[in-house]
């Protein structure tokens, strides 16, 4: 297990790209509740990576689905994921208007819709899922799952310096950000495709 798993986590989840999210949705909110939101987002998205890392190949196996579909339905994923970010879209900012006003309302908004879908939606899940299948020791499990800790300590960072992230970075500097995590996500993508198409049809590998 090397650092693919976390780079393309990194990509996909993307925290920075989430801070305007987090700072409309925690506007009127006093500093006790901010830091509040910041800890269940947080460890919310861990709490997703883990469980896909840990019983996510269970899950398909209950729903009869091979790794190799998954492979090739994930990466698909992953690329209109990417085709999103290269368009500076958050990658999982699957919401719409009436979701957002809706979760607005919400007593938590840390979990939907800061944590699911935006942070970890199906692409996160999905490519947490492969990584899984690929880890064969309880070391590289575990890394995978510490991986998880990464990527929630990123998102803490990132909300927990939402505003001088963004007067720094402005629009633009977000945007920039954005796309090119879209473009590595999106070689990534066509990685675990072509993984799981060789899986599917052997003969393309001759």
């Known amino acids: 297990m090397d650092f693919k798993p976390l780079i393309t986590l990194l990509a996909i989840v993307n925290?920075?790209?989430?801070?305007?999210f987090f700072i409309h949705y925690t506007q009127g909110f006093s500093r006790k509740q901010r830091r509040r939101t910041v800890l269940i987002s947080s460890v919310s998205a861990f709490a997703v990576i883990a469980t896909c890392a840990l019983i996510g190949l269970q899950i398909l196996e209950f729903f009869g689905i091979s790794l190799a579909s998954f492979q090739v339905g994930g990466g698909?994923?992953?690329?209109?994921?990417?085709?999103?970010?290269?368009n500076a879209q958050p990658a999982e900012a699957k919401t719409n208007e009436m979701e957002v006003n809706d979760a607005s309302a919400r007593a938590s908004i840390a979990v939907?819709?800061?944590?699911?879908?935006?942070?970890?939606?199906?692409?996160?899940?999905?490519?947490?899922?492969?990584?899984?299948?690929?880890?064969?020791?309880?070391?590289?499990?575990?890394?995978l799952v510490g991986y998880g800790v990464v990527i929630?300590?990123?998102?803490?960072?990132?909300?927990?310096?939402?505003e001088p992230i963004a007067r720094f970075l402005g629009q633009t500097g977000i945007n920039v950000m954005t796309r090119?995590?879209?473009?590595?996500?999106?070689?990534?993508?066509?990685?675990?495709?072509?993984?799981?198409?060789?899986?599917?049809?052997?003969?393309?590998?001759?």
């Open 15 to 20: 925290p920075l790209a989430i801070v305007p």
């Open 76 to 86: 698909m994923l992953l690329l209109t994921s990417a085709l999103a970010m290269l």
């Open 112 to 143: 939907v819709p800061l944590t699911i879908p935006l942070l970890t939606g199906p692409a996160t899940m999905s490519t947490v899922v492969i990584y899984a299948d690929q880890a064969k020791t309880f070391f590289q499990h575990a890394a």
């Open 152 to 162: 929630a300590l990123a998102t803490a960072i990132c909300f927990t310096m939402a």
């Open 180 to 206: 090119l995590m879209g473009l590595i996500l999106a070689a990534l993508s066509v990685e675990v495709m072509a993984t799981g198409l060789v899986k599917l049809f052997p003969a393309l590998a001759g």
